[in-house]
């Protein structure tokens, strides 16, 4: 808080928050620091001398008001707010003060005011106002009795900050909106203007969402974006998104951009959010629509024809298109037809209809103007009687809009005779793809039972030791439903692009829904793949045998001709992997949530090794085959490789190496040797990403280190095992747990099998601290170099490495 002193000058406390004079002036946000808890201070900032010039240095001194971040450094400032932005302090100093009547001042040094928050005050009262920069980045003026008389929320620039609030009020006339012009339009809805043209437009806001933001926009729920309206005129909307140092910022162009300060990387990211491509408003004209990644993206909808060829085929489409046969109200009943348009952005410029869901189409065929309606449970019937403006075609969300066509455009006949004629064929036909589907569905039936068969006996030759347990285990395989293919199909709605969530060795994975409503991820084998029938019936018996919390739930199979799918419960977290690299997600992970993945990681790998009926070794740990729930919970998945040890075996070796690279231990990779210490091996991997955040394929071009585990393992010799782990971890009060897991992670990833621990005696060394660690030996070193391919969300490794013949070459997936 800054008040009036005996000089007149203002004086500040120290804070993250700055306000100060800046000769150069640029309009950016941020926010989230507190200024009365940690103090804030007021520069009269010099500017700096231009070089490479003959005038002299004041001829350049400009001054200006700002708010800004003091733990930035300058030169990559970002400015919050301006106060004189179009008044510049041009000589050699200036002066804030709270004048005789209370008003907050930016002053010159020859006492002309540059700025004031011109608030009228009674002759005569008593001037008792104070200052204040509150923890949002607010500077408000107040009364002794803290009643806030003006602030810079009230009067924003092109800076929109969490708990910032832009609004309209049509009682009053009052706006408070972004420069260079971010209103809330009647209906409400919002919108980018320039120079009195719309640049872009959300659509109606419903209670829920802007009808007019594509599935993949999902910063509504992301960042906490509210709107209120009261119905009688007044609306405003602001976000609340609990992220230091994040906001959105709105360029001179009607650029919306989504901007936050990396503390890894000491720079701004920045975003643009829109205006792009088909979010332009009207991009593509009347009655059409814009769909993006379409070349030409425009198109006439069904019944209109463009308004002019030529305009059109150089790609102009602003002329739009007109239609074909306009509609004959007076005959209405008879020769009238709507088009549904389905996953459609809401045209603009609707009006509400006073009626139900019912009487909604009614109201619109009643009106011979009214050209579409659509329903929604947050504003009712809408209707249009104007040209359709703004439509774009979304791919996986949208609303289905009811557009009225003429009659003629169903292309009847009046030949009675063809019609006679065609109807004799359809039904013939008819009969006949009746006949084939039931014989193809016979078919499939003795299809499945036949695959069933082959699974069983497979699942018998895995088991054949175990006496008096084939039976049990059959049994158990036929719980697990066994999807067909069409099911499986629409809930991924035909396995759709949009749906699919990664792709690896063995071929894809996508996100379904199935009819009641349960989200799926359905993982598909790919008849190239380098995984078959082996890997597939592996992991069916496998995982269908297991129950942890720490493992991915197996809900099904489906074996139909040449297909192969598991489908499994859908892990909304995405992968371990993927989060860690993500900009946004990894910031929800800090070290209380990394020392509980790690936690269950290994209680996970503890049921496979010990608790289960049978010891399981998986033989492809890594951070892309574990998944996290929405709790960011750890669940292992991916069991294709995975392989049962029997009675008392303890090792195993295989002239098959399979694997990814990288978390392969030097036994099995260099000599098919495998077993839990193995697995133990991944875990030390894995161990270390996590405290790193970094990824040990980042090492391949790399050309000190060939590994993480050898970059770990050169600064815990040198003494700086710190500047392995992640800086936004890095935290004094997590120091000692942080050093112990990496001391625990160069243990797991030692060159021999012996000296490595037991998952159990790891799940004891995170559990207990004041125990002394043995020191760890040198880590297993592979000279080769193998550059893999870059993994995405719920991937695998492109490929599979199987060599069924020898050794000597090794190739990660």
């Known amino acids: 808080m800054f008040s009036q002193t005996e000089k007149g000058r203002a004086q500040l406390p120290e804070n993250t928050w700055v306000v100060s004079f800046y000769f150069f002036f640029y309009l950016v946000f941020c926010v989230f620091e507190a200024l009365f808890e940690c103090g804030c201070t007021l520069i009269l900032y010099q500017p700096q001398r231009l070089r490479n010039t003959r005038l002299q240095p004041q001829h350049f001194q400009v001054w200006f008001l700002q708010i800004w971040f003091s733990n930035i450094p300058v030169q990559k400032q970002a400015v919050v707010w301006v106060a004189n932005k179009d008044s510049p302090i041009n000589d050699s100093s200036g002066v804030i003060l709270i004048s005789k009547d209370g008003n907050l001042v930016v002053m010159d040094g020859r006492g002309h005011v540059h700025w004031s928050t011109n608030l009228s005050r009674p002759a005569g009262s008593p001037n008792t106002t104070s200052a204040r920069l509150l923890s949002t980045g607010n500077l408000v003026l107040q009364d002794n009795g803290d009643k806030k008389l003006w602030e810079s929320f009230s009067h924003p620039q092109n800076a929109f900050l969490p708990t910032m609030t832009i609004s309209t009020d049509a009682r009053t006339g009052r706006d408070s909106c972004l420069d260079p012009g971010v209103i809330p339009l009647p209906f409400p809805e919002l919108a980018l203007w320039k120079d009195g043209h719309m640049l872009w437009r959300s659509g109606p806001w419903n209670g829920q969402n802007f009808l007019g933001l594509p599935e993949r926009d999902s910063r509504v729920d992301l960042y906490g974006f509210k709107l209120a309206n009261d119905n009688r005129g007044s609306v405003s909307m602001s976000f609340g998104y609990n992220q230091s140092m994040y906001h959105f910022l709105l360029d001179t162009e009607g650029h919306a951009m989504e901007k936050y300060w990396s503390e890894a990387n000491q720079e701004w990211s920045m975003g643009l959010m829109f205006p792009i491509n088909c979010d332009i408003y009207a991009k593509c004209g009347q009655f059409t629509s814009c769909q993006s990644g379409l070349n030409p993206p425009c198109k006439c909808i069904r019944g209109f024809e463009p308004r002019s060829y030529e305009e059109w085929s150089r790609g102009n489409w602003t002329q739009g298109c007109v239609r074909k046969t306009l509609l004959q109200c007076q005959r209405l009943e008879r020769v009238m037809m709507v088009l549904r348009l389905k996953k459609m952005k809401v045209p603009n410029n609707p009006q509400r209809s006073e009626v139900n869901e019912q009487d909604c189409p009614g109201s619109c065929l009643r009106n011979c103007s009214c050209t579409a309606y659509f329903y929604d449970t947050g504003l009712g019937c809408l209707l249009w009687t104007e040209n359709l403006m703004d439509m774009q075609e979304f791919l996986g969300s949208g609303v289905?809009?009811?557009?009225?066509?003429?009659?003629?455009?169903?292309?009847?006949?009046?030949?009675?005779?063809?019609?006679?004629?065609?109807?004799?064929?359809?039904?013939?036909?008819?009969?006949?793809?009746?006949?084939?589907?039931?014989?193809?569905?016979?078919?499939?039936?003795?299809?499945?039972?036949?695959?069933?068969?082959?699974?069983?006996?497979?699942?018998?030759?895995?088991?054949?030791?175990?006496?008096?347990?084939?039976?049990?285990?059959?049994?158990?395989?036929?719980?697990?439903?066994?999807?067909?293919?069409?099911?499986?199909?629409?809930?991924?709605?035909?396995?759709?692009?949009?749906?699919?969530?990664?792709?690896?060795?063995?071929?894809?994975?996508?996100?379904?829904?199935?009819?009641?409503?349960?989200?799926?991820?359905?993982?598909?084998?790919?008849?190239?793949?380098?995984?078959?029938?082996?890997?597939?019936?592996?992991?069916?018996?496998?995982?269908?045998?297991?129950?942890?919390?720490?493992?991915?739930?197996?809900?099904?199979?489906?074996?139909?001709?040449?297909?192969?799918?598991?489908?499994?419960?859908?892990?909304?977290?995405?992968?371990?992997?993927?989060?860690?690299?993500?900009?946004?997600?990894?910031?929800?992970?800090?070290?209380k949530t990394r020392f509980n993945i790690i936690d269950g990681i290994c209680r996970g790998l503890m049921y496979l090794h010990r608790d289960s009926r049978l010891r399981i070794i998986h033989r492809d740990l890594k951070g892309s085959n574990i998944l996290l729930d929405e709790n960011l919970n750890p669940k292992i998945s991916d069991f294709g490789l995975a392989r049962i040890f029997r009675g008392n075996e303890d090792e195993a070796s295989t002239l098959r190496v399979v694997g990814t690279y990288g978390y392969m231990a030097p036994e099995y990779a260099l000599g098919g040797l495998f077993s839990e210490k193995s697995d133990v091996f991944s875990l030390g991997v894995i161990l270390l990403e996590i405290v790193s955040r970094r990824r040990n394929s980042s090492f391949n071009n790399d050309e000190q280190n060939l590994s993480l585990s050898a970059y770990a393992w050169k600064l815990w010799n040198d003494g700086e095992a710190t500047t392995l782990v992640d800086t936004l971890i890095l935290d004094e009060c997590f120091e000692n747990q942080i050093r112990r897991c990496v001391h625990i992670g160069l243990l797991c990833v030692q060159d021999h099998a012996n000296d490595r621990p037991t998952v159990s005696t790891v799940i004891w060394m995170l559990s207990t601290e004041n125990s002394n660690l043995p020191e760890p030996k040198q880590p297993a070193f592979i000279a080769r170099r193998v550059s893999p391919d870059a993994e995405s969300p719920w991937q695998s490794e492109q490929r599979a490495s199987i060599n069924n013949v020898s050794i000597t070459e090794i190739t990660g997936r």
């Open 400 to 591: 289905t809009l009811h557009v009225r066509l003429a009659g003629s455009e169903l292309k009847t006949s009046s030949n009675r005779s063809l019609v006679i004629v065609i109807t004799i064929v359809g039904c013939a036909f008819l009969v006949v793809v009746i006949v084939l589907l039931a014989l193809r569905k016979v078919a499939k039936r003795r299809e499945k039972n036949r695959n069933a068969r082959l699974l069983f006996e497979r699942m018998e030759a895995l088991n054949s030791n175990e006496s008096g347990a084939i039976a049990a285990n059959q049994n158990k395989l036929k719980e697990l439903p066994l999807f067909e293919y069409q099911v499986l199909a629409a809930a991924t709605e035909n396995f759709a692009v949009t749906n699919k969530l990664g792709e690896g060795g063995f071929g894809s994975v996508y996100k379904g829904k199935l009819r009641e409503g349960q989200e799926i991820a359905v993982k598909r084998l790919s008849q190239t793949s380098g995984q078959g029938l082996e890997e597939f019936v592996n992991e069916v018996v496998v995982i269908s045998k297991l129950q942890h919390r720490n493992l991915v739930r197996l809900l099904g199979f489906c074996i139909e001709g040449e297909e192969r799918m598991l489908v499994y419960e859908f892990m909304p977290g995405n992968s371990l992997d993927a989060c860690l690299s993500d900009p946004v997600k990894q910031r929800l992970l800090d070290w």
